[in-house]
Structures are given as structure tokens and as C-alpha cells.
């Protein structure tokens, strides 16, 4: 029976800035989402980040790192028109949040239009976003992340499931309606079980085939239905690896835009050290070891993916900083030196 984990992590307390710009900002947001004409108010006001096939527009910051380039609705709608496109077309983005100053945020997929035409008009790169989130600052990512997940999921709920018929988005995106059928359809994501397993000691990553050569992160399973976190957590692991857990402790969560747009549970948890033997499935993973802190702190000091020197044997690497994956990782770090 899964027993709590007590003491491996303290709990973690959140302040909030108290004020009530946060309050003003998030009502505001909600009346965009439900009254169409506020919100194309909104959009003449605001910015827009651009895509081109779920890609977002980047431009080079100083520090060779890069930033997202957010452009003024008239000056994409001048670019719509330069590449013989209505300007009305601005109307199929969707709102992605406002920024302090109250400037609404919107995200439009251009990629229809000549993708280095827009590049070329723009001065930015249309970039991967698994490849910008090595690229961009820790807090743009969501944001980007965010942009991508939502216009995916617009390009694939074009039509109603119950009668065929096309579905309307409103004017935020945060929903779309068959008039057919009257059904109203919202954005949603897949709930996800991200756990990184210790034996005490040492923790345990896979690797899926599809993952980037030599990094490893932790086991993940999407929930099936009805389950608990809990029984997923423990599914998921004898499954994957065919280990017992033991105890297991709740730790965060994230938004992740694939490969539709999952919702991360993360958690540590505990296998007996006497019982900790592996036994892969190589139907979703490649390959899963134990790894010891010391290969851990390691891997956490090399900044990017490394090259092995001299084509010895290949070293792993971890998920990016931002990933939750990654936070596992430095938390058990943490518990692991904490006192030593
Ligand atoms: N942010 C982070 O730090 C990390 C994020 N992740 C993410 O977690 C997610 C889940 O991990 P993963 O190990 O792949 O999951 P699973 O171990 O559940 O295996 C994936 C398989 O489950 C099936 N499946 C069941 N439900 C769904 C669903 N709702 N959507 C898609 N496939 C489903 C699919 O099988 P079939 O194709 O046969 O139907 C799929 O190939 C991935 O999207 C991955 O990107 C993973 C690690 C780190
Ligand atoms: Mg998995």
C-alpha cells in the first residue's frame, strides 16, 4: 500500500504579490473571453506574437540569447496585405493573457502566408519550439508554450464531433461552437504523472527512443480514466520499469504543449533499495537506469547537450532548466545534500 512520504521535501510556500492589479488584470481577461466586441477592442489595442506552422517568430536579444517578437495588430495587418492576404485575418488569433501595463496578448498562426517572406518583413526566425526553449529566457517559454498549444488545438477542432459541421471560434479562442448541434467545445488538456523514483539513494531516468540522443528524464504516463494520480503513479512505474513503489510525495505542476497540450502531475516517490532491480518495457522506453548523485550533480553542472570527447562513451544529459523533469531532478539533489 502507498504510504505518504514524510520529511523527504518540505512544503513549499507561494507568496503572491499582494495588490489588486492581479485582480483587475484576470477580470478584465474573463470579460475578453465572453464578449466578442470587447475583446476585438482588444486586439486593435494589443500585440500579436506571430507563428508559422505552430513555430512562434524570434528575434536575437543581446547575449546571443532570443526573445519573442510581439508586433502591433496594424502592422501585421499591413504585412497581411503586403502578401495578398485580407487584413481581416488578424481576426483568427487567439488571446493568450496581458501583460502588467494591461496591454492584451494575442498569438496568430501565419502559415499560410510565404514563411521567409515574413521573415524577411519582419527581421525575426521562425523557430521550432522544442529547439526555442533552449534558445529563449526561462520566462518566455510558457508564454510561447502557451501560444502553440492553443492554436493546435483550434487546428485540429474545426468541427463538431456530434453533428460534422463546422465549429465558430469566439473572439478570444477560449472556446468554439457548432451551431448545428449547439454543442460548445473548450481547449483541454491530456492530465500527465511525471515521477522521479529513488531508491534512497540513487534515482531513476529513461529515455524514450524519440528523445534527443543520450537524454534521459523522468518516467511519464498520461492518466487513464478515473484514475488518481496516485494509481497512475504507481500503473505507470510497474509498467514502465516493473518496480513497486513504496511512498510517494506531490511536488508541482506544469503546462505542456505536447503532443496535444498535457497537464504535468509531478511527484517523487520511493522504491525498497532491496527491490529495485529494472526491468524495462521496451515498448515505450529505450532504455531506464539508476543514476548516483554524483552523476546527477554532473549532469546538472553541464550547461547543454555535450559532446563526448574523443568519441569515448556518450555522456546524458538532462531535460532543459525550465522543464519539470528537471526540477525533479534538482529537488531530489537538494534533499539528498540537505545536511551533509
Ligand atoms: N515537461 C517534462 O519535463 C516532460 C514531459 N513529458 C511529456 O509527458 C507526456 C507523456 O509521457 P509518455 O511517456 O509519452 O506517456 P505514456 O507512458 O503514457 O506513453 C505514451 C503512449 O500512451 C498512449 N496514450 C494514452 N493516452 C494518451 C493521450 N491522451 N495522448 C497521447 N498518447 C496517449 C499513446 O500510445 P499509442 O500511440 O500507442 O496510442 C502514447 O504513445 C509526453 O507528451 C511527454 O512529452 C515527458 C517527460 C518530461
Ligand atoms: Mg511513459
Redesign the pocket.
Known amino acids: 500500500m502507498l504510504r505518504w512520504l514524510r520529511c523527504l521535501h518540505r512544503p513549499r510556500l507561494v507568496i503572491w504579490r499582494s495588490g489588486s492589479s492581479y485582480v483587475a488584470r484576470m477580470r478584465y481577461l474573463v470579460k475578453l473571453k465572453g464578449d466578442d466586441e470587447a475583446c476585438s477592442a482588444a486586439l486593435r489595442a494589443g500585440r500579436l506574437f506571430l507563428y508559422h506552422k505552430l513555430r512562434p517568430l524570434l528575434m536575437r536579444a543581446e547575449g546571443g540569447r532570443h526573445r519573442p517578437l510581439d508586433m502591433k495588430t496594424t502592422d501585421v495587418e499591413a504585412l497581411l496585405e503586403k502578401l495578398g492576404q485580407q487584413k481581416e485575418r488578424v481576426r483568427e488569433s487567439v488571446l493568450v493573457g496581458c501583460t502588467e501595463t494591461w496591454v492584451p496578448q494575442f498569438c496568430l498562426d501565419v502559415g499560410t502566408l510565404e514563411k521567409c517572406a515574413v521573415e524577411r518583413l519582419c527581421g525575426g526566425e521562425f523557430v521550432d519550439l522544442r529547439k526555442a526553449f533552449f534558445l529563449l529566457r526561462g520566462h518566455d517559454v510558457p508564454h510561447m508554450a502557451r501560444g502553440r498549444a492553443l492554436l493546435h488545438w483550434h487546428q485540429t477542432h474545426g468541427f463538431c464531433s456530434a453533428s460534422g459541421e463546422p465549429t465558430v471560434k469566439n473572439q478570444a479562442g477560449s472556446q468554439r461552437v457548432c451551431q448545428g448541434s449547439g454543442h460548445t467545445y473548450y481547449p483541454q488538456m491530456?492530465p500527465?504523472l511525471?515521477v522521479l523514483v529513488s531508491d534512497g539513494s540513487r534515482c531513476l531516468l529513461g529515455r524514450?527512443a524519440a528523445f534527443p540522443r543520450d537524454m534521459y528524464?523522468?518516467?511519464?504516463?498520461?492518466c487513464d480514466m478515473g484514475e488518481t494520480m496516485e494509481e497512475t503513479l504507481r500503473r505507470?512505474v510497474a509498467e514502465?520499469v516493473g518496480l513497486e513503489v513504496e511512498t510517494f510525495q506531490f511536488a508541482s505542476t506544469?503546462h505542456?504543449p505536447?503532443?496535444?497540450s498535457?497537464f504535468?502531475l509531478a511527484c517523487h516517490a520511493t522504491v525498497n533499495p532491496q527491490r529495485c532491480q529494472v526491468s524495462v518495457d521496451k515498448v515505450?522506453l529505450e532504455d531506464a537506469r539508476w543514476f548516483t548523485l554524483e552523476e546527477i550533480q554532473e549532469a546538472l553542472r553541464r550547461a547543454s547537450a555535450p559532446q563526448a570527447p574523443g568519441g569515448g562513451p556518450p555522456v546524458f544529459w538532462l531535460?532543459p532548466s525550465f522543464?519539470?523533469?528537471?526540477q525533479l531532478v534538482q529537488e531530489w539533489v537538494r534533499q539528498q545534500t540537505a545536511g551533509v
Open positions: 491530456a500527465v511525471i524514450q528524464s523522468a518516467l511519464a504516463g498520461f505507470e514502465e506544469q505542456w505536447y503532443p496535444q498535457s504535468m515505450e531535460p522543464t519539470i523533469a528537471h
